[in-house]
């Protein structure tokens, strides 16, 4: 019989080695390709906003600028025609899930529902396949193979 204290410790760390291995590769990828082509990458978590979002699109629009913009599902759902702007206006929608949970705090089953609901909402409006960046940068097994495989 394998020695439970291994196996429980191999658990874990695979709950949490693999992926925080991944953001940091992701990480570094990120930074190798806007070092290559000398750019800064824009990205705003937990919109749509009322005030900031209008804002935020204003400012980018003053300088031309691109951003990724990292929505709720449950404010993106409030507010439709905000996140349609964001889109409209030629910036990337991504999922930040739906209710902004902590991944550490919640069972995986609710962490995969919130995760797939957030992208379904987000990808509703973006007509396309968005990207996932998890709250509180909390990646467990079960939100990283979600994403990484849908």
Known sequence: MPN?????GLIVLAWLGVPLLW??????????A?????????????????GLTQDLLEL???????????????RSAERPELAQT????GHQLASHSYDHLHAW??????????VAKGRTVVEGI?????????????LTLANWVQTACS
């Open 105 to 114: 705090k919640y069972s995986p089953w609710r962490i995969w529902s919130d």
């Open 23 to 32: 953001r940091f590769y992701g990480e570094h990828r990120l930074q190798k």
């Open 126 to 138: 973006a007509g396309a396949r968005a990207a996932f960046r998890p709250p509180y940068a909390k």
């Open 86 to 89: 964001v889109h409209a206006r």
């Open 60 to 74: 980018l629009g003053r300088y031309q600028a691109r951003a990724t913009f990292f929505m709720l599902g449950s």
């Open 4 to 8: 439970l204290p291994i196996t429980i």
């Open 34 to 50: 806007c070092h290559s082509r000398g750019a800064v990458c824009l990205t705003f978590d937990d919109g749509p906003g009322e």
